[in-house]
């Protein structure tokens, strides 16, 4: 952008929902500080998430758990200064909305001290009264279906959700659920890309997708990851969804340019980095990645290595 460039107006609720409309894809990124919070800006990314990955990218540790809503406040403190026009969405991290009380008081802190302008929370329809009660009073919720890494500790592996069909049914249906309780935005992890493609189609609201296909509103991934330096990717545990996009770039605007544009275009997501719907068999699942199998909640899935968003 010239000097003489008039700087784009901010993204907000309803510029995401024309965007849905339009069939504009929306380009996603987590941030975590201020460096990168002005190059992801400038990039031309949409919407930022001071997500609780900042627990293994950041804080160095195996799952997203120990972040608090300190955590996310002040990481979002650090990042929203520096975003003129992307949209600012902040993580209710694990056990924050347990009750509406908590949850309310979370959203309070990561908005009024952080300078989010929407939360984000896991959960399917039993979130939905949580949903409801920040949502009538004027809290902007993201939604978040599929892979639910909150619930490490309880099932023992991250996996590919949604592969069976009574498994997809009820993913379905809970974001119908949560739609109609006031979600105004949804991210999908981990899933077929026919299911991601039928989610999106039969709500009315953006969806974003991580693993989840190409037929989604918009992308989100992680930092670190698309610059090839998290944890996970140097240790050698790629997520089959991440791509590179160090490679090629000149530096590191360079390669978050690169990411913005392949969403834009649809480049990104390739098949190589989308899911299907057939569950693979033990030849498959002995290279999915260093994970033991274990269930989520209403669903029969393949170990994957690491949650990322």
Known sequence: MSAAAKPSAAVQVAELRRMREAGEKIAALTCYD????????????????????LG?????????TAVTVADIAY??????????????????????FATRERALDASQRVMQEGGAKMVKLEGGREQADIVEYLAVRGV?????????????????????QGREEAAAEAMLHDAKVLQDAGADLMVLECIP?????????????????????????GQILVLQDILNISPTVTMGHRPRFVKNFMEGAPDIEGAI??????????????????????????????????????????????AHPSPRR
């Open 56 to 64: 293994m990218v950041m804080q160095g540790r195996n799952t997203t």
């Open 193 to 217: 890309s026919s299911l991601g493609r039928r989610i999106t189609e039969e709500v009315h609201i953006p969806v974003i997708g991580i693993g989840a296909g190409p037929d989604v509103s």
């Open 257 to 302: 340019r690169a990411y913005v544009q392949a969403v834009k275009t649809g480049a990104y997501p390739a098949p190589e980095h989308c899911f299907g719907d057939a569950v693979p068999g033990p030849k498959a699942l002995a290279g999915a990645g260093p994970s033991t199998p274990a269930s989520l909640p209403r669903s029969k899935s393949h």
């Open 75 to 96: 990481h979002s403190r650090l990042v929203a200064p520096f975003l003129q026009r992307a949209f600012l969405v902040a993580d209710l991290p694990f056990l924050s």
């Open 34 to 53: 201020a460096s990168f919070a002005y190059l992801e800006d400038r990039a031309g990314v949409d919407v930022v998430l001071v997500g609780d990955s």
């Open 140 to 160: 902007p919720v993201c939604a978040h279906l599929g892979l639910q890494p909150q619930l490490i500790h309880k099932v023992g592996a991250f996996k590919v």
